[in-house]
């Protein structure tokens, strides 16, 4: 956003209010299209991911051809620098130019509008008007009865509207229709405003109140739509945070979680909700959580051990340790190991959930002081081991105990049962990479998962394997004598033992609740001086 000019004028309350009036306006379908074409639209970077569905889009296009209101649109007049602008699988090389009109509100409408009628790689936003009935379809149909259904590519342009007609064998009533089609979507009038202000707290104002309703953003993009860079610094929002991290193959960091880490780096309320009004330097933010949220993930991985994303029993941690990495970029061995130690035990306690209070809890522990900060945060994860159950819970991928208990058959390093090659730890990326033993009778605890690829027999091929490979899977000599023998039953009762006495043992390894948690002994020494 350009530079701030001065404040303008506000009410007692406090909330400011724009110099001169909204321009309001009406536009026609063709024009803002062409606008779309010509490069003057844009769309910012922190627009929600495309979020309506093909059924939206229908739905846009049948209120439009029966002349029912499809609401206003809001832009922001400013400038804008060349560049290529997307809508949806539809690009634009624009220019730059100082009336670009962003889009405030409604880049849903009109991203759904320029991918339909100007045509788009994209299969499911093809659509066709069905001369017959008067309505809207996707495909099918449409390929086998050419003569019937327009393309909506060529509806808006009535020059292409008369070529499709010369070249298709339509009844007189059949062209009536489609004439009138054309018409309806070229001539549909959207009512439209266009606020020109350079106070950036009026924009964030009016910004807020039009996201007031219908299909909310949710603060990390509702942040970025007010403080997202409009150049080319980079990262320029949470979506390039995310990508710049890609590298470290940890996999998918959400938004909303490196939009609480930027909050919590920049001593904000990162639990509690609401977005800043007023924010310096964003673009340098971005940056400073991107570097926080690298070493927390190198952390993670490398010390603490969890390769990738969807292992992490929870998210949660990521803020704190982004937090504490910002401030604290190279602490020292002693701190790592107490940090690993504070990351397990929350998890296998659940004292990691996330809840407001314990959020808070957690982010106000991390201070300028690297051992009083890492003391902070083990002492909100208490040294009482948590009790033990008497037997292993049932199987959920998306539970925290589950993904520890597969973390536990990880360390054991599994591999392939026909190839003997280790599987690769990146590859635990969701719930298909964990397969189910015996799908018809087999338990619905982890003692019923291997972590391997589906296939067919898989437990035959777990009998016939070697030695090494049936170890990795925790599958001892007893199992695997009663696997051969035909009992199943016994087979399981075996492996659950195993795991229950493995999951234990491995996250007693990584918790270490019973050692001391001490300082390194530079906090501890005295000078002369004290």
Not at 98 to 103: E, G, K, L, T, Y
Not at 164 to 171: F, K, R, Y
Not at 509 to 529: F, K, Q, Y
């Amino acid at each position: 956003m350009p530079p701030a000019a001065a404040r303008a004028p506000s009410d007692p309350a406090g909330t400011p209010s724009l110099e001169a009036r909204p321009r309001a306006e009406a536009r026609s379908i063709e024009d803002l299209v062409g606008e779309a074409r010509k490069g003057r639209l844009r769309i910012p970077r922190f627009q929600r991911g495309l979020k309506w569905e093909p059924s939206d889009a229908q739905a846009l296009l049948d209120s439009i051809y029966r002349g029912y209101p499809i609401g206003t649109l809001l832009f922001w007049q400013t400038k804008a620098e060349a560049g290529q602008v997307s809508f949806g699988a539809v690009t634009v090389d624009a220019d730059g130019r100082s009336d670009a009109w962003w889009v405030v509100d409604g880049q849903q409408r009109l991203t759904s509008l320029v991918r339909v009628l100007l045509g788009t790689s994209e299969e499911e936003f093809r659509f066709w008007f069905d001369l017959d009935r008067e309505a809207f379809v996707r495909g099918g149909a449409a390929r086998a009865d050419p003569d019937r259904f327009v393309p909506m590519t060529e509806a808006l342009d009535s020059e292409r509207l008369l070529a499709w007609v010369a070249e298709h064998s339509l009844s007189q009533e059949r062209q009536r229709v489609a004439f009138r089609l054309s018409k309806r979507i070229r001539e549909y009038s959207v009512p439209i405003y266009v606020v020109e202000t350079s106070n950036e707290d009026v924009l964030r104002e009016v910004f807020a109140r039009s996201n007031s309703t219908g299909k909310r953003l949710d603060q990390s993009e509702v942040f970025t739509a007010l403080h997202g860079a409009r150049g080319t610094l980079e990262p320029a929002d949470f979506a390039a945070v995310a990508a710049s991290l890609a590298d470290l193959g940890f996999g998918e960091i959400e938004q909303p979680i490196l939009y609480r880490a930027l909050l919590a780096i920049h001593g904000m309320d990162a639990a509690g909700g609401g977005v800043p009004s007023h924010f310096e330097n964003a673009p340098q933010a971005y940056q400073r959580t991107a570097r926080a949220m690298r070493a927390a993930v190198v952390f993670v991985m490398g010390h603490a051990g969890v390769p990738n994303a969807s292992l992490l029993p929870y998210r949660q941690p990521l803020v704190a340790l982004a937090k504490f990495f910002d401030k604290h970029p190279e602490p020292s061995p002693r701190s790592r190991e107490l940090l690993a130690r504070w990351l397990w035990r929350g998890a296998w306690s659940g004292a990691h959930r996330g809840d407001t209070v314990s959020t808070r809890t957690i982010l106000d522990a991390v201070g300028d002081d690297e051992d009083g900060t890492v003391q902070g945060l083990l002492a909100t994860v208490g040294k009482a081991e948590p009790d033990w159950e008497p037997e292993l819970p049932g199987f959920n991928f998306r539970n925290a105990r589950s993904k520890l208990e597969l973390l536990a058959l990880l360390s054991l390093g599994p591999r392939h049962l026909a190839l003997g090659t280790p599987i690769a730890a990146a590859s635990i990326d969701g719930p298909d990479a964990v397969a189910s033993i015996d799908p018809t009778h087999g338990p619905r605890t982890v003692a019923g998962r291997l972590i391997h690829p589906p296939v067919a027999g898989l437990i035959r091929a777990l009998g016939r394997a070697e030695a090494p490979v049936r170890l990795s899977h925790a599958v001892s000599p007893a199992a695997h004598s009663a696997l051969l023998a035909g009992d199943r039953d016994a087979f399981f009762r075996i492996r659950a033992a195993d795991l229950h006495s493995l999951v234990r043992l491995f996250l007693e390894s990584r918790a270490r609740w019973g050692e001391n948690d001490r300082p390194p002994l530079r906090s501890l020494a005295v000078t002369d001086e004290s």
